[in-house]
């Protein structure tokens, strides 16, 4: 709400869309607008409205740059949930924008993860990977939380996703000591491995 400081953030914002286009990045991944509970006092349509806002000017860089906008499913925001998600790209109705589907970020917003991925379906061009306990952002490892990857996977061969699975899990590593942090590394990508094997199962075995 300080508009000195929104102005300072989204020109930090058009400079990252420059220099992710300058390293050959397909898309960028920009977090709606949360300021405001968009849950009380009827706020979401407020918060529609600023995100809306906020998205178009952001298209003529998206075009200038040619790289895409890909939006986030966050919590405390009209993201949170398929319909405000859906609602906000479907009323932007831009080809430069698509969804960042963050895994972790589901979980803890009390939605069934797998379920979700099914909904937003084609719309998903990224992805962010991380497990949690549904109360807290721990940004961990798959299979150190309460997700159901298998379902997980599933749902993202069913709707015929064909990007990346981008983990979204250093606090994994971060919260090991330093001598440890290469054995857990390698650990990740073995998980890594293991969730692109299932992914290809299931894509074979519709």
Known sequence: ???EKTKKRFGEIVKSMEHSSYLGADMIVIHPCNHINYKENNNYDLMMEYNLDFYKRLIPYAEKYNIKIAIENIGNCITETPKGLLELINTLNN???TVCYDV???NICGQNPADM???IGQYTGCTHIHDNDGIHDAHTLPYYGTI???SVMMAFAEIGYEGNLNFEAGLFVNNVPVCMRKESA???AKIGKHLIERFQYYKNNK
């Open 148 to 150: 159901d990857w298998e």
């Open 1 to 3: 709400t300080d508009e």
């Open 117 to 119: 991925i099914k909904e």
């Open 95 to 97: 080809g430069v924008f």
């Open 186 to 188: 390698i650990y990740m």
């Open 104 to 106: 972790g970020h589901a």
